[in-house]
């Protein structure tokens, strides 16, 4: 993770506009065997790298110009399985964003007590969507067309301009 993470801030440096770090053979989808293997392994390395990215964007002045997301495609259920892991739920899940322009240190939303569904400004996929389009300079709302000519906006959604200075 740390090496992705650095070389993500490379590319960054070298002009490429967006980049993908991910998280190589052992993934977050614990279905089994979650308390451990988070506190043990997924977290304090992604922690580490998180942390040591947004450092080093910040040491070289590029971190108010470089949007950093933090998410997964979607969320974890709220019970655990017998498995004492957690399984796929797309109802609630959670995205960090930071520099770029994000107000630093607000939280947006919330879950109801156990996390299955939002309870405090829900923001959907379109939402999510329509936010990082406008910050990469993209109107949300223009259209593209498939092969045989019908309509898709971008994103179905409106961005969270809010959460930005």
């Known amino acids: 993770m740390g090496q992705g993470a650095l070389l993500a801030r490379r590319l960054v440096e070298g ?3 967006f980049v993908t770090v ?9 279905h089994g065997d979650n308390f451990n293997i988070m506190k043990k392994v997924l977290l304090p390395e992604f922690d580490r790298a998180f942390a040591a990215l947004l450092e080093d964007l910040h040491q070289r002045g590029m971190l108010d110009s470089t949007l950093v997301i933090a998410m997964g495609e979607f969320g974890r259920t709220p019970a655990i399985n ?6 796929h739920w797309p109802d609630c899940f959670s995205v960090v964003l ?3 322009g994000v107000h630093g240190g607000a939280v947006y939303g919330a879950s109801d007590k156990i996390g299955a569904f939002p309870a405090v400004d ?5 939402d999510l969507a329509a936010t990082l389009f406008w910050r990469f300079g993209l109107d949300p709302m223009t ?3 498939d092969f045989t000519g019908r309509p898709y906006r971008v994103a179905e959604g409106e961005p969270l301009r809010r959460l930005f200075t």
Do not use: C, F, I
């Open 98 to 100: 930071a520099g770029g």
């Open 122 to 126: 829900a923001v959907s996929p379109g």
């Open 22 to 30: 991910a998280k190589g053979w052992l993934n977050y989808d614990t």
């Open 143 to 145: 259209e593209v067309h």
């Open 15 to 17: 002009g490429v506009r």
């Open 82 to 87: 017998k498995h004492a892991g957690r399984d």
